[in-house]
């Protein structure tokens, strides 16, 4: 079936690259997404990355995809204390109609 | 353009209570969801509507209905609320294009006692 899992919890130093990753199973996805969820709010579109490439940069972020191992990363550069924040990895998948896969999200905390 | 409301923000309940959270889109989005977010469990399509006039089961539907009133609300129902049902929801709505990006609405935490 289809799954997204990523690791829950990530810590790094203020300054450091944070690189997380995440690995999904189902091979039709059209497009991988990264969301971002800061406290008390809602998820908020980061960053997204065709299929069919296989690096995405915007700014400090940089999206890695390896389709062939069903895997794909964020790293955030320099990062700081306001990046602390839960991320989540997303794919969606062409079936007829258009369906979005979430992981359980990724806890990011940035120690200054 | 406010993009996705939600209310209430907060509720408690008792058992057996029912309730209805609503949700307005502005972007004039095709699609809309409800979510619930549990930790550690990320978040899990509770229903889904693919268009105005349509709705679907997602994959935690069991104790919740939704209506679809027209292309802006999407609205929760809580027939008789139980405390697994204590967690925060989530309204999105997408355009339903290929690159299907989802926007969120704040949440509503509800607590079920």
């Known amino acids: 079936g289809e799954d997204v899992e990523q690791s829950l919890f990530l810590s790094v130093r203020e300054g450091d690259s944070s690189v997380i990753n995440c690995t999904y199973t189902?091979?039709?996805?059209?497009?991988l997404y990264w969301y971002k969820q800061e406290p008390g709010a809602g998820l908020q579109l980061l960053t997204y990355i065709f299929s069919n490439m296989d690096m995405k940069q915007d700014q400090r972020l940089t999206v890695l995809l390896n389709k062939k191992d069903k895997h794909l990363s964020l790293r955030i550069a320099d990062t700081q204390t306001g990046d602390s924040a839960i991320y989540f990895c997303a794919e969606s998948m062409d079936t007829g109609g258009f369906k979005t896969i979430f992981g359980a999200g990724t806890r990011l905390f940035v120690k200054a | 353009n406010a993009g996705v409301t939600q209310t209430p923000k907060f509720q408690v309940l008792k058992t057996g209570q029912s309730m209805t959270l609503q949700c307005a889109q502005d972007m004039n989005h095709n699609s809309m969801y409800w979510y619930r977010q549990d930790p550690g469990m990320g978040l899990r399509l509770i229903y889904y509507?693919?268009?105005?006039?349509?709705?679907d089961k997602g994959e935690v539907p069991n104790g919740y209905n939704v209506s679809r009133l027209n292309k802006r609300e999407f609205s929760l129902r809580l027939e008789s609320a139980a405390p697994s049902q204590t967690s925060v929801y989530f309204c999105?709505?997408?355009?339903?294009?290929?690159?299907?990006?989802?926007?969120f609405g704040p949440g509503t935490r509800l607590l079920v006692l």
């Open positions: 999105a709505s997408s355009e339903a294009s290929r690159q299907e990006t989802q926007y």
């Open positions: 509507s693919a268009s105005e006039g349509t709705t």
């Open positions: 189902d091979s039709s996805s059209t497009y």
